[in-house]
């Protein structure tokens, strides 16, 4: 049977950016009216509304308050420098993973000493440029780059803060793709007595790097917050050995992945249920350090599509628009669900459809069986909750430039990421 994804008004709205009004004959995000941003910008678009940008920043700091925890944004989900340099106003810190997102993040206002390092591989370039601009932690991931670290922080002189990154046997209900705990995955030291044991060990034989911290992501898209509560108690553990070897302990950090709903009737993880999943480490003597991506973003902005062909078959229609798997890689990837729906049409539905994207692959379905009015090329699609994991993940497959990203404020739009060009994507090759 197939799953009927019906927009109704209420659900909807709250997939929308708080400053979103739609009555019925079009509009408007932050006073601006989408089919003009349309026009102006072209499509696909990205229109981030800087309202709610700050206001999810605001709800979260609101039950994490700084006097016991560190929230930074995991730049991973958007790593546009317009939307760090929101989060950055609002006082978050900020989660990168990359020479690209610590020159980003530097660019955006934040200070080195607001900035974490992530990575299961970084590069040597990457530890040292962490290392000489003064990060305030990098997250070792393993023994080899422990090795790496030590004789990077040896040579430079350098005493470096380290978070161990640790695997626990907790498996997150969620797509296996974005699984990060379990003692099979790819990132960080397992928490078994022999591995964690070794690790908090070495690390603390090294005069250089000052083992200040735990940490782990359990995955994304985690609902059960019970798990979170897991995650805390087995940290306060192994806390405590750490520190009973000797290791300056202050922070244990349980990374990010709260739910955030894509559809209508779906179902998110608030804020506060994290918090209060989380209570053991506000009692205890340790800081507490959270990494949320989409749910700071994801809401935040909508993808705006242009309709290029509509095809029906069997009574079921296929509309195909100028963007897709390029743009948002996320149904290809995970089998992520979302909605779709016409503003400037008036009718609520008249049948079910599949938003196919432009690219050359059958998989490139943005969403199955939505409930769309009669629709034709050259109308606009909007898609909500496209604000983390679209323009990040983001490729020029078929060669097909990236889409320009705007925000959004009380009647003006700003470009904060131009239009890729096929001139860029060209002009990288060499024609022998
Ligand atoms: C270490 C770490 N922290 C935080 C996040 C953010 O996750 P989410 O966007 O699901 O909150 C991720 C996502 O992959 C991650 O790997």
Known sequence: MRHLSVPDPVGLHDLLPQTARLDGSGMTIGECEV?????????????????TLRDQARSILAVFPAQHATVSF???????????????????????????QIEAGILAGFPPDRMHLHGNAKSDAELELAANLGLRAIVL????????????????????????????????????????????????????????????????????????????HLGSQIRDQTLYRHAAERLLVLAQEAQSLGAPIGELS??????????????????AAVAHALECVFQSPYHLGIEPGRALVARAAVA???????????????????????????????????????????????????????????????????????????????MPMAGAY??????????????????????????IQRRGTVHDILSRQVRL
């Open 254 to 271: 349980v990374g990010g992945g709260w739910a955030v709903a894509s559809m209508p009737g779906d179902t998110s993880l608030a804020p």
């Open 141 to 216: 991931d393993g023994l080899d780059e422990f090795e790496r670290l030590d004789r990077l922080a040896r040579t430079l002189n350098k005493s470096i803060r380290v978070l161990l990154r640790l695997t626990l046997a907790i498996e997150a209900e969620t797509h296996p793709h974005m699984q990060t705990s379990g003692y099979r995955s790819k990132f960080g030291v397992p928490d078994t007595d022999a591995e964690y044991g070794a690790a908090v060990r070495r690390i603390l034989g090294s005069p250089c790097l000052q083992l200040e911290g735990l940490h782990v």
């Open 304 to 382: 705006l599509y242009t309709v290029r062909s509509v095809k029906s078959m069997d009574s079921h229609r296929v509309v195909a628009v100028d963007g897709g798997m390029g743009d948002n890689p996320r149904p290809a990837l995970y089998g992520a669900r979302y909605t779709a729906f016409a503003p400037y049409r008036k009718a609520l539905s008249t049948g079910l459809a599949d938003v196919v994207g432009r690219f050359c692959e059958s998989g490139d379905v943005l969403a199955k069986d939505v409930l769309l009015p009669e629709i034709a090329p050259g109308d606009l699609l909007c």
């Open 390 to 415: 679209h323009l990040s993940m983001a490729s020029t497959y078929n060669l097909v430039p990236t889409p320009a990203a705007i925000m959004v404020r009380e009647g003006d739009a700003h470009l």
């Open 35 to 51: 089919a003009a941003l349309a026009a102006a910008y072209g499509t696909p678009l990205y229109v981030y509304d800087e309202h």
């Open 74 to 100: 995991a730049s991973k989900a958007c790593d546009l420098m317009g939307v760090m340099a929101v989060l950055r106003a609002e006082g978050l810190n900020l989660d990168v993973v990359s020479e690209g």
